[in-house]
């Protein structure tokens, strides 16, 4: 089975400090695929990133980071210089890879954080 | 934006009733992909359609039905509305219905059933 899990259910920072984003996930394929989300107030689901499982790679995107680890089954997520407008909920998921059927997102519980100013 | 849309925004039914729900996938995609969130919690798989045909269905009872149509644009149909059916419905495109493709999500249409 898989499951993805963010213990953090809410966080609350004043602007400008660094806030990091906790994922873990289990899964039994080789291949998979995660992803972060975020979902404003207004409820659209935005595409922030995907990584394959084959791809440890670290990546920076603008004040975004992402740290991933197999060894530890995490993908956590780091905003550097958090401003008012990252206020959100954000998803951490993961869909099986490959050419199976139903490609279905297993999402986590969400993290919802708060920037105040 | 997505280019995915939905409609209608939101909804207000009564149990027992019946309710459909629209999403317009984004140009070039052939794969809809159904979520419903209720409060607090994250989005749960319904199902998936790809090329008009069924294409997988999470833990949802058979009152939650669906299609796909030629242009991809797809429905949701819930029967005999429960008071936990009260949610957010989300429909997401992808490009195919396979894992690497990332879904894109709509605005979503909130439902109420009282």
């Known amino acids: 089975a898989q499951k993805v899990t963010q213990a953090q259910t809410e966080i609350s920072v004043v602007e400008k400090e660094d806030v990091t984003l906790d994922c873990v996930y289990e899964?039994?394929?080789?291949?998979?695929?995660l992803f972060w989300y975020k979902q404003p107030p207004s409820g659209e689901l935005v595409f922030l990133i995907r990584?394959?499982?084959?791809?440890?790679q670290n990546e920076i995107s603008g004040r975004y980071s992402w740290n991933f680890q197999k060894s530890t089954s995490s993908f956590n997520f780091t905003i550097t210089a958090s401003q008012v407008v990252d206020s959100a909920v954000y998803f951490c998921a993961l869909i099986r890879g490959g050419y199976s059927s139903a490609s279905k997102i297993i999402f986590g519980s969400g993290t919802r954080l708060s920037i105040r100013p | 934006e997505t280019g995915v849309t939905q409609s209608p925004t939101h909804l207000i039914k009564t149990r027992g009733q019946q309710v459909t729900l629209r999403c317009s996938s984004q140009s070039g995609h052939n794969t809809v992909s159904w979520y419903q969130q209720a409060l607090g919690q994250g989005p749960q798989f319904i199902f998936q359609?790809?090329?008009?045909?069924?294409?997988g269905r999470g833990n949802f009872p058979p009152r939650f039905s669906g299609l796909q149509f030629p242009n991809y644009s797809s429905e949701l149909n819930v029967n005999a509305l429960e008071l936990d059916d009260s949610a957010l419905y989300l429909c997401?495109?992808?490009?195919?219905?396979?894992?690497?493709?990332?879904?894109?999500f709509g605005p979503g249409t909130r439902l109420l059933v009282l």
């Open positions: 899964t039994r394929d080789t291949t998979y695929y």
């Open positions: 990584r394959n499982s084959f791809d440890e």
């Open positions: 359609y790809y090329r008009e045909e069924e294409n």
């Open positions: 997401a495109s992808s490009l195919q219905g396979w894992g690497q493709e990332t879904q894109y």
